[in-house]
């Protein structure tokens, strides 16, 4: 069946470093992929997405690119804040695209 | 705008007592989901509800049900509560489901403890 895993973590950087969250997939179909985050105390929002193959969805200075080859779309970005420190979860779509399977979350805690 | 609330926050009940779980959906979305959330199987989707009608449904037992109402207002029940259904429970909300809008808006969720 459809799958997500992603590096459970927990990944502790210090401010301005360069952040991988890896996330590869099983799936049939073409699911659309997604990053959402949970900052603390807050409610899962969407980060990013790509819909088909070769997608690149960004946001925040958040980078994910859909690599069908790779079945993979890690998250990237170039120099995380403290105020990155949340919970990041992997994401594709199932069921006709109208549900969510999710990776267990990758939690990042920033440092200044 | 006001975002998804979900109440209660917290809740404590005892193994075979019944639970019933808010969610006030953003105006103007019809569109609500149940997610359970736990440490070891993380986000699992439960069911979701379109117009008042159950459109999908996941792989749960027929224990856990929800409903909605013309106000686009959602709530779930379990019942007779085991142990294991301790978790966070997230409702989600979007204006015409994730396939149309590729996109979940999410509550914080209830807690619920089962002793």
């Known amino acids: 069946g459809n799958s997500v895993t992603q590096m459970e973590g927990p990944v502790t950087l210090s401010e301005e470093a360069f952040l991988t969250i890896n996330c590869t997939y099983t799936?049939?179909?073409?699911?659309?992929l997604f990053w959402y985050v949970q900052y603390p105390g807050e409610g899962l929002q969407l980060l990013l997405k790509?819909?088909?193959?070769?997608d690149k969805g960004s946001n925040k200075g958040f980078e994910a690119t859909y690599r069908k080859e790779t079945t993979s779309f890690h998250l990237e970005k170039g120099s995380v804040q403290v105020s990155d420190s949340a919970v990041y979860f992997c994401a594709l779509t199932h069921q006709a695209g109208t549900a969510l399977i999710f990776g267990k979350g990758t939690t990042l805690s920033v440092s200044s | 705008k006001a975002g998804v609330t979900q109440t209660p926050r917290y809740l404590i009940k005892t193994r075979g007592q019944q639970v019933t779980l808010s969610c006030s959906p953003i105006?103007?979305?019809?569109?609500v989901s149940w997610y359970q959330q736990t440490p070891g199987q993380g986000l699992q989707f439960l069911f979701e509800y379109f117009s008042e009608t159950q459109r999908n449904k996941g792989n749960f037992p027929g224990r856990f049900s929800g409903r909605q109402f013309s106000n686009s207002r959602s709530e779930m029940n379990v019942s007779t509560l085991e142990l294991g259904d301790s978790a966070l429970y997230l409702c989600?909300?979007?204006?015409?489901?994730?396939?149309?809008?590729?996109?979940?808006?999410f509550g914080e969720g209830s807690r619920l403890t089962v002793l």
């Open positions: 799936a049939t179909g073409y699911p659309s």
């Open positions: 105006s103007g979305h019809r569109s």
């Open positions: 989600a909300s979007s204006l015409e489901g994730l396939a149309a809008t590729g996109e979940l808006f």
């Open positions: 790509a819909t088909k193959a070769d």
